[in-house]
């Protein structure tokens, strides 16, 4: 399968891939990771006039500690955040997802940025970004940080605009001494998409009670959205099977999926339930929790 | 859409041997390495990056990575090195990684092949000594639709274990 004709543009500054941006604007697309985009050209589903690619830009590939977060540059590879040992340390919920994404040669190529971009409701990076509270760093003529939670808007939309590129995600690092945190996936068969992903991150405090609790899914709605409800249900409580099944019931109760071969709405919405309360249970578990 | 057919300029060393060539930005990295460079022992099963037929390495940072060559342009190789299934082994001397699938019986039509060898390859690389689960999970993104799975993980486990004995470079 062959993409249509296309200009190529390899910039070798952020700057000129901004005038680039600026220049073409709606018939350009901006290339990280490529794993998303060159299959839907392929597809003839995207067919840009000109393609941007970010890959000779330098120094975008950073995981760095800034003390108290972690900035993440947008070409980093979901294989670079498996493999640091700085995100295994402070964000080990990154790591838990990144080797759950597709397989080896995917996450060799693709980056955590492209995909935050490409907002497809099924992958992993919207819930756990959200849940983690990131912000992502977003460059036009001026730069702008929109938090996770303010930026999906729908199946494939988020509110970058015409002209802009995602430059930086900055993720807090949970604080407390017993913080818990998972991501987990069911999916139907090796390296798919998710039928439903839960992002659990959880803090306990002293007296073992729910200090806060985030949690978002995906691929359950048309993007991926944090479950406040089920949050407030949690706040303050001790953590007890029954506070857990409550959490989940309100977590899974906003979902809203559809039918395909993955499975119909109403199995999906069951399995959301179900996926939620496993992930509590670990991510309280990590916190030391004893259930 | 740009009617006019434009050309890039890129030159890509591959197996060791300088290329330099003028390719269509469309052109993706399979077609390149089997019809512009002739060197078809990399394979296009699904065309939609699922089966890891076409896998190659690719030189990143002084590490080689596997990627599928097919959700890749040539364009974006101009100027790095690639490694593909007709630069593993050294002449009549195979590679520990494909003798290891000869002596396991890894394949049975042999399409997959190639690209097994080269997500072995790419894994071995970064774990030298992988557990069978991670075998089994680094070479998920390739499929055998003669589902000879058992021996392909069999291999790749024999082979890791020959390379730490005889001490031999994972990448040729």
């Known amino acids: 399968m062959n993409p249509r004709r296309f200009q190529y543009h390899s910039p070798r500054t952020l700057g000129d891939a901004l005038v680039m941006l600026e220049k073409y604007g709606e018939e350009a697309k901006v290339l990280a990771g490529g794993q998303s985009l060159i299959p839907m050209m392929k597809l003839r589903l995207l067919q840009p006039e000109h393609v941007i690619d970010l890959n000779n830009i330098p120094d975008l590939s950073y995981i760095e500690d800034r003390r108290g977060s972690i900035a993440i540059g947008a070409l980093a590879r979901h294989s670079d955040l498996e493999r640091s040992p700085l995100i295994r340390e402070k964000l080990p919920i990154i790591g838990e997802a990144a080797e759950q994404i597709a397989d080896q040669q995917v996450r060799n190529l693709g980056t955590m940025a492209g995909s935050a971009c490409h907002a497809d409701p099924a992958a992993d990076w919207p819930a756990v970004l959200q849940a983690l509270d990131a912000s992502f760093v977003v460059r036009g003529k001026d730069e702008r940080v929109v938090p996770a939670t303010q930026f999906f808007r729908g199946p494939f939309d988020t509110v970058v605009r015409q002209g802009e590129i995602m430059t930086e995600i900055d993720v807090p690092v949970p604080q407390g001494d017993r913080v818990g945190q998972t991501y987990l996936k069911f999916e139907r068969r090796a390296g798919d998409f998710a039928t439903v992903g839960v992002a659990a991150v959880v803090c306990v405090d002293g007296d073992g009670a729910i200090a806060s609790g985030a949690l978002a899914l995906s691929a359950v709605a048309p993007a991926a959205y944090r479950a406040t409800d089920a949050e407030k249900i949690m706040e303050g409580k001790k953590p007890t099977q029954r506070l857990i099944e409550e959490a989940a019931s309100a977590a899974a109760a906003p979902s809203s999926p559809a039918s395909d071969l993955r499975g119909s709405a109403e199995y999906k919405k069951e399995m959301a339930r179900v996926f939620v309360r496993r992930a509590l249970k670990t991510a309280l578990e990590r916190a030391g929790v004893k259930l | 859409m740009p ?170």
Not at chain 2, 22 to 40: A, H
Not at chain 2, 58 to 63: T, Y
Not at chain 2, 103 to 112: F, K
Not at chain 2, 145 to 168: F, M
Request: proline share 4%; glycine share 10%; with cysteine.
């Open chain 2, 3 to 172: 009617e006019e057919k434009i050309v890039k300029k890129i030159s890509v060393q591959v197996n060791g041997t300088a290329y330099a060539s003028e390719v269509e930005p469309r052109l993706l990295l399979v077609q390149y390495v089997r019809e512009t460079l002739g060197l078809t022992g990399t394979h296009v099963g699904c065309d939609t990056t699922n089966c890891g037929a076409c896998t190659i390495l690719m030189e990143s940072g002084g590490e080689w990575k596997a990627v599928k060559s097919c959700t890749l342009f040539a364009v974006q190789a101009d100027g790095r090195k690639l490694l593909t299934i007709e630069g593993v082994a050294r002449g009549d001397e195979l590679h520990p990684v494909q003798n290891a699938f000869w002596e396991n019986h890894a394949l049975q039509c042999g399409y997959c092949t190639p690209g097994m060898v080269m997500a072995s390859l790419g894994l071995l690389a970064r774990n030298g000594s992988p557990t069978e689960e991670e075998v089994r999970k680094g070479l998920s993104g390739n499929l055998c639709r003669c589902t000879g799975y058992q021996n392909i993980v069999k291999a790749v486990l024999s082979a890791s274990k020959d390379i730490k004995e005889k001490r031999l470079p994972v990448i040729p």
